[in-house]
């Protein structure tokens, strides 16, 4: 009844209007639930169908300031534009695609209305595709190259997934994975705690360890450092699956893979500055 899949990974919360948004990448759709939704509750809208575009949405961001819906769809490697409250074969208001973009693997999404700035994280595996951020103007559409994309050694991004936006500082937040699974996981081991001492648990022993890294939607480009990090043993950031901003209460809220936990730190005092040029 949800309209659910075990696949769906990104997921926005639209504050004024007290709703969940979340994508169904094997369905093709976005869903939308209210806010206080429980149990096995039906959305209250769905976005699918041929004239909506999407092929394999996977990350979802709202724009509560201008009534648009933003979803990232990797499967045809576009960034697809709504009207909020979208419902049914809607057919979206603006797509930003093609080879100027530079998008390929899209795994986050995040909207800045009060900069009028659109950051999307990508990643790709082809020799000459783009592993970084990639910063355009909120009302881009079409084959569109962007403004600026954030990348390189120094970044230290190898990887990484799900993005937030504090649209009253303008900083990036960026779930910087860096390492792969590699299977199998032993179920028979379980994982062990938060020891500094130990290797990290099979199948994330890869000698890399991820980090939550923050940057400048305005400022940054090309091979820029982050300007403040989230790393090391002791913060229990391994492998972060994605980020969150919870701009009331001034925190970043991170789940980790390894871990199966959800990490909150305050923003910024707990962030390290970082060392001239690396993470």
Known sequence: MTHLSRTTHGIAYDAAHDEIVAPNPLAAAIVVFRGGATGEEAPIRTIQGARSGLSRPETVAVDEKNDELFVGDPGDRRVLVYKRDADG????????????????????????????????????RLPGGVTGLLVFGRTDEGDVAPRRVIAGPRSGITRLRQIALDPETGKIYAAVINNEYLPPYDIDRPRRGLDPNVD??????TGTEGFIGVWDDEKDDGDAPPRSIVKGRSTGIVHPAGVTFNARDGEVIAPDAVWNG????????????TAKGSP
């Open 89 to 124: 074969d809607a057919k979206p208001l603006r797509t930003i695609q093609g080879p100027k973009t530079k998008l390929l693997q899209v795994v986050g999404i995040a909207v800045d209305p009060n900069r009028d700035v659109l950051v999307v994280s990508t990643y790709s």
């Open 262 to 273: 959800l990490f909150t730190f305050l923003k910024p005092e707990l962030f390290a500055r």
């Open 200 to 205: 990290l648990p099979s199948p994330w022993n």
